[in-house]
């Protein structure tokens, strides 16, 4: 049997900046999370907020629920940020956003910001080739913007500006238009904990069921003027960073310039276990590797990131660990990569990504429909039995591993999946193809393939 949840929960997943009604629904339902009513007992209809489905709430009701406000304030982030598999961020204006010449412009100005600061992540204006995200930019009545939270590793998958932003200056809408990027890739307000600072009324934001996480090395009040994440924008914004914006995006997505990992002697490092070498591959196709998880000292550490999944063959930064001597090494085919046994070796090393690829079954594929050609990298540790439907193209409420053991890209000893998102289809065909047998479906709203 196969459902679809209901989206009943507008207001949490997006973030109001600026000051309209949805910001006010905002509030209150950020502030019953905090106060500890649970999210799927929460309804925004018809733009008013009920618990319990029918229980209407006020913004007055929902600030009395609380408890006294947080006492620090420093920039924030929520519990999930972008994760490594993104590179490159395509922000896809709408043919509406297009017309409004300011709105345009600021989206160009908001790109700029961030690819100056040298992030391991960059930023386009789509469309645009090599994007491993996409954010669409939309219109909305009034001045203010909203956006989302990154879940899944991938940014939000858009955001919103106010079509009356374009009689500010281009210099106020590169403001806006930075902060809801900002959102997106997992920025709190820096004044969430009070958003009078910035707005002049407002409560407590809470945790938002997104987590509210200091980032190190930000000052400690809120300020007006103070970030491009403040809660509210003046009209005399100019659209650049502060100097915490810049230690905060710097701290949460700072560059990959480390050195390579052919420049190392790992067999040197012998003794020395539990070290930690951060280095980079530009790919991992060719050269020798022994064992699994463990690998000998004098393997190809890139070409074992990728047996590991690390990364994928096309290269990225990684963690190499040393390890002690092993008695015997077990050679295994993993993510396109087969490595071989041996005897006893005088030391070892493990690789690991720099953040650690997310297991495919912490993803809900479903929620990313829309977001065409969007691609995310999961891990698969073990594959067990799961549903399936279709063949090369999925729905996207199939099990991610056990798809990919049925489209051949791994074996049932598990490894690391690149599943790119694609549009519903009219009818899906269920074949048997290694061991695994999928089914037939008809018409269903999104799907997916699968790769290395
Ligand atoms: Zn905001």
Same mark, same amino acid.
Request: aromatic share 8%; glycine share 14%.
């Given at each position: 049997?196969?459902?679809?949840?209901?989206?009943?929960?507008?207001?949490?997943?997006?973030?109001?900046?600026?000051?309209? $009604?949805?910001?006010?629904?905002?509030?209150?339902?950020?502030?019953?999370?905090?106060?500890?009513? $649970?999210?799927?007992?929460?309804?925004?209809?018809?733009?008013?907020?009920?618990?319990?489905?029918?229980?209407?709430? +006020?913004?007055?009701?929902?600030?009395?629920?609380?408890?006294?406000?947080?006492?620090?304030?420093?920039?924030?982030?929520?519990?999930?940020?972008?994760?490594?598999?993104?590179?490159?961020?395509?922000?896809?204006? +709408?043919?509406?956003?297009?017309?409004?010449?300011?709105?345009?412009?600021?989206?160009?100005?908001?790109?700029?910001?961030?690819?100056?600061?040298?992030?391991?992540?960059?930023?386009?204006?789509?469309?645009?080739?090599?994007?491993?995200?996409?954010?669409?930019?939309?219109?909305?009545?009034?001045?203010?913007?909203?956006?989302?939270?990154?879940?899944?590793?991938? $940014?939000?998958?858009?955001?919103?500006?106010?079509?009356?932003?374009?009689?500010?200056?281009?210099?106020?809408?590169?403001?806006?238009?930075?902060?809801?990027?900002?959102?997106?890739?997992?920025?709190?307000?820096?004044?969430?904990?009070?958003?009078?600072?910035?707005?002049?009324?407002?409560?407590?934001?809470?945790?938002?069921?997104?987590? %509210?996480?200091?980032?190190?090395?930000?000052?400690?009040?809120?300020?007006?003027?103070?970030?491009?994440?403040?809660?509210?924008?003046?009209?005399?914004?100019?659209?650049?960073?502060?100097?915490?914006?810049?230690?905060?995006?710097? !701290?949460?997505?700072?560059?990959?310039?480390?050195?390579?990992?052919?420049? !190392?002697?790992?067999?040197?490092?012998?003794?020395?276990?539990?070290?930690?070498?951060?280095?980079?591959?530009?790919?991992?196709? %060719?050269?020798?590797?022994?064992?699994?998880?463990?690998?000998?000292?004098?393997?190809?550490?890139?070409?074992?990131?990728?047996?590991?999944?690390?990364?994928?063959? +096309?290269?990225?930064?990684?963690?190499?660990?040393?390890?002690?001597?092993?008695?015997?090494?077990?050679? +295994?085919?993993?993510?396109?990569?087969?490595?071989?046994?041996?005897?006893?070796?005088?030391?070892?090393?493990?690789?690991?990504?720099?953040?650690?690829?997310?297991?495919?079954?912490?993803?809900?594929?479903?929620?990313?429909?829309?977001?065409?050609?969007?691609?995310?990298?999961?891990?698969?540790?073990?594959?067990?039995?799961?549903?399936?439907?279709?063949?090369?193209? !999925?729905?996207?409420?199939?099990?991610?591993?056990?798809?990919?053991?049925?489209?051949?890209?791994?074996?049932?000893?598990?490894?690391?999946?690149?599943?790119?998102?694609?549009?519903?289809?009219?009818?899906?065909?269920?074949?048997?193809?290694?061991?695994?047998?999928?089914?037939?479906?008809?018409?269903?709203?999104?799907?997916?393939?699968?790769?290395?």
């Amino acid at each position: 049997m196969r459902k679809l949840s209901m989206a009943l929960l507008v207001g949490v997943t997006l973030v109001g900046c600026g000051g309209d $009604p949805e910001v006010e629904n905002q509030e209150i339902v950020s502030n019953l999370i905090e106060a500890g009513f $649970p999210a799927n007992d929460i309804l925004v209809a018809d733009g008013a907020v009920y618990v319990g489905r029918d229980a209407h709430v +006020t913004l007055e009701a929902s600030r009395e629920m609380l408890q006294a406000p947080e006492a620090s304030a420093e920039q924030y982030r929520t519990t999930n940020l972008v994760g490594t598999g993104v590179t490159k961020i395509c922000i896809n204006p +709408t043919a509406d956003f297009n017309s409004y010449t300011n709105l345009s412009q600021g989206l160009d100005q908001a790109i700029t910001n961030y690819n100056e600061r040298g992030l391991r992540i960059t930023f386009a204006r789509g469309p645009a080739s090599g994007c491993t995200a996409n954010i669409t930019a939309q219109t909305t009545t009034g001045t203010g913007g909203q956006a989302g939270f990154p879940s899944g590793g991938l $940014p939000y998958g858009n955001f919103f500006i106010g079509t009356g932003l374009n009689a500010y200056s281009v210099d106020v809408n590169e403001h806006v238009i930075t902060h809801e990027v900002g959102h997106a890739i997992g920025f709190r307000h820096s004044d969430y904990y009070n958003r009078s600072i910035s707005c002049g009324a407002g409560g407590d934001e809470g945790d938002a069921g997104v987590g %509210a996480i200091l980032i190190p090395g930000t000052p400690d009040t809120a300020v007006v003027g103070g970030s491009i994440m403040n809660s509210c924008f003046r009209a005399t914004e100019t659209g650049e960073w502060t100097a915490s914006d810049i230690t905060a995006l710097t !701290y949460l997505y700072p560059s990959n310039a480390v050195a390579s990992c052919s420049s !190392y002697n790992f067999l040197s490092y012998r003794g020395q276990t539990g070290t930690q070498i951060p280095c980079s591959c530009a790919s991992g196709s %060719a050269g020798a590797v022994w064992g699994t998880d463990l690998y000998t000292d004098d393997s190809n550490a890139c070409v074992a990131a990728v047996h590991a999944g690390a990364i994928p063959s +096309t290269g990225g930064n990684v963690i190499v660990t040393i390890q002690p001597a092993q008695s015997s090494y077990t050679g +295994t085919t993993r993510n396109g990569v087969t490595t071989s046994s041996y005897g006893a070796w005088g030391g070892s090393f493990s690789v690991t990504s720099q953040t650690p690829v997310a297991a495919c079954s912490s993803y809900n594929f479903v929620s990313y429909r829309g977001q065409n050609g969007t691609q995310v990298r999961c891990s698969c540790p073990t594959v067990s039995a799961g549903a399936v439907w279709g063949t090369d193209l !999925y729905t996207d409420d199939s099990n991610v591993c056990t798809a990919a053991v049925h489209a051949g890209v791994i074996t049932s000893s598990g490894g690391t999946v690149r599943v790119t998102l694609q549009p519903g289809q009219s009818a899906y065909t269920g074949t048997t193809r290694n061991g695994i047998t999928t089914s037939s479906y008809g018409a269903w709203g999104g799907s997916y393939t699968l790769s290395l």
